[in-house]
């Protein structure tokens, strides 16, 4: 069974740093491109940023482009998330998630996702 494991999640003042991290457990994580989304309460899930199999293209909503930086590491099946320069509005449940379509840098919304976690809540808050 594959499964996604997020961690790294937490609370934070405006203007500080966390890291997420996501695990690919039971399969290789090379085999996926990757993505992360974020849900706010009583908004809909949208996406923050992708990678590809192999890391070498990045993508990213407009919002966080100059404040996230997302990676992945296929030896150890990790794939990671640096937010920096946190705002208010960027709390949210964290998910990440895997694809294995070719028009995952595409997707804004999940739908070629098919392996999600269980997500990781970030607040930003003084």
């Known amino acids: 069974q594959v499964r996604l494991i997020e961690s790294g999640g937490g609370l934070v003042q405006p203007g500080g740093s966390l890291r997420l991290s996501c695990l690919v457990s039971?399969?290789?994580?090379?085999?996926?491109?990757m993505g992360w989304f974020r849900q706010a309460p009583g908004k809909e899930r949208e996406f923050v940023a992708a990678?590809?199999?192999?890391?070498?293209?990045?993508y990213y909503q407009d919002s966080v482009e100059e404040r996230f930086t997302i990676s992945r590491d296929n030896t150890n099946n990790t794939t990671s998330l640096q937010l920096s320069r946190l705002k208010p509005e960027d709390t949210a449940v964290y998910y990440c998630?895997?694809?294995?379509?070719?028009?995952?840098?595409?997707?804004?919304?999940?739908?070629?996702?098919?392996?999600w976690g269980q997500g990781t809540q970030v607040s930003v808050s003084s």
């Open positions: 990678i590809s199999w192999s890391g070498y293209h990045t």
């Open positions: 039971g399969r290789t994580a090379a085999d996926y491109a």
């Open positions: 998630a895997a694809s294995d379509n070719f028009n995952y840098y595409r997707d804004r919304v999940g739908d070629l996702y098919s392996l």
